[in-house]
């Protein structure tokens, strides 16, 4: 029996344990319960039936079945889960419940946007530096562009908050110049923001 629900490819297409494998099963559940789905709704809308689904989703890691790849994209497109976004959030957040949680929907929603073109985008600039075959590409490279990323994201989400913070105060500055007596175009009446 295996303790974890993961990807991993086999002669016979099944998922087998590992110690260094992720456990998707914590996430699978909580989406279940946050959508209020159980074991034999998930069963109707996946075509898995309520038997095997108890094997697969059981509390006890001891106690589950392997999953089959093609049964784990079954529960996860039952659940409205993209498969990059549960890998992202098994393995950056452990706790299934931060998945969930609305501040981290749309950061996990972006990196799996940003993942699933990504490897073709590189393929596609590779090819198009000449003299360059793929074998000059490091996995030592990962590490700064890591941060390369990191960084632009940071810069750019600071210049749309200082844009919005400008936005904010002309807008601000317009409202009191319209309300000061003395000033042109001024009035005593309250504007409306609109």
């Not at 109707?44 to 509390?59: N, V």
């Not at 890591?146 to 908050?161: D, N």
Request: net charge negative.
């Amino acid at each position: 029996m295996s303790s974890f629900a993961h990807i991993e490819a086999s002669d016979e297409g099944c998922c087998s344990a590992g110690a260094d494998q992720r456990d998707f099963i914590p996430l699978i559940l909580e989406a279940m319960s946050e959508h209020g789905i159980g074991q034999r709704k998930l069963a109707l809308k996946t075509g898995i039936s309520k038997t095997r689904l108890g094997l697969l989703l059981h509390h006890d890691p001891a106690k589950r079945a392997a999953m089959y790849l093609f049964e784990f994209q079954q529960i996860l497109d039952a659940l409205d889960i993209n498969i990059i976004q549960a890998i992202i959030a098994v393995e950056n957040y452990r706790n299934p419940k931060l998945f969930l949680d609305e501040r981290f929907q749309t950061s996990i929603a972006m990196l799996a946007e940003l993942f699933e073109g990504l490897p073709s985008m590189l393929v596609a600039a590779l090819d198009e530096i000449e003299g360059m075959d793929g074998t000059e590409v490091r996995k030592e490279w990962a590490g700064p562009l890591r941060q390369a990323v990191v960084e632009k994201l940071v810069k750019e989400v600071g210049a749309v908050m200082a844009r919005r913070a400008h936005l904010a105060h002309i807008s601000t500055l317009s409202l009191l110049l319209l309300r000061t007596p003395g000033i042109k175009g001024a009035t005593d009446r309250p504007v409306s923001p609109e």
